[in-house]
């Protein structure tokens, strides 16, 4: 593969690895004068690549909602002049290019969903539950929707159902009962550790897990709090239009639900070509090297018409 980016150009930083660098980069087919989107900008691992590559017409816009991250990202590319960052979730996209006089992008989109490596282990955002923290997990700090407020306000049906859908958590059900449970007993719960118990103790006991059974029940918290499925949702009803032909649209995806909203959206869409029969996965020595890549799934298209 061309464009062969060493780890080596990463020891300036270690916050976040970006995923599948060399291979996003190939299939967003960069040129110099072009206009790239990075939608989900995070430490800017990406971007910086995109940038080196273009000319002084070219353009990369990065949006960011959280913007302890965007501040990191902004002080890492301040030495690019054609770079323009946003506090903004990506559903918000057209008003951004708006607010910038961009009417079509000529290049290509990225989207590489999920959580930042900051963003996880910092105990304080309470993602998760290695430490003690309050149950927060918002990625835009502005928003009213905390992980503790889903926990002590929804109903056992609606936690249920969050938890079977956004975790495929299969003792949901069991969880649900004994959240409300102990909402009624000792009142509000708070804190991570305090859940991951909870969670723990509705399954069976004495039995080895490959992953801590609490790890679906966070995961479906987060993506309540974040909206993070409706929002993949919401951007895919528009893309297209901004979208000039002959550019490219690349989504890196850490869960089958993401997974499969990309997947279903670039099969019915007959503006796009897809470029990954199967999605790209990361390779072994990514894999050893990043764990945290072991979940990504890339998927690109060419927009054709
Ligand atoms: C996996 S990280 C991106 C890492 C980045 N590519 C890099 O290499 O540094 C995902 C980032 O997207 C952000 N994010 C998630 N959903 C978003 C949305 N709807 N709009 C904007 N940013 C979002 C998260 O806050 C997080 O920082």
Redesign the pocket.
Known sequence: MKNNINDKDFNDFQ?????L?NE?IEFLNIQKDKIYV???????????EILKQLGENGKLIG????EI??NI?KERLKGYKNCYLFH?????LREVLKSINIEKITGGV??????????LDDPKRGFSFKASASLDMR??KSQGLTAEKVINSYSEVELADIIYKYGEERYSRRIARKIIEIRQRQGKIKDTVELARLVLSCYPKGKFYKIHPATRTFQALRIEV???LE??EQ?FCFIQEPLLPESRLTV?S?HSLEDRITKNFLKFNKSFKILTKKPVIPSENEMRDNPRARSAKLRAAEKII
């Open positions: 916050l976040h690895k970006p995923v660098l996003v990075d939608c989900t900008l995070g430490c800017g691992g990406h971007s910086i949006l960011e909602k959280d991250v965007l990202a903004s979730d990506f559903t918000e990225l989207l590489d969903l999920g959580v930042n490596s900051l963003q990625m835009d974040n909206k993070e929002n993949l951007f890196i850490f």
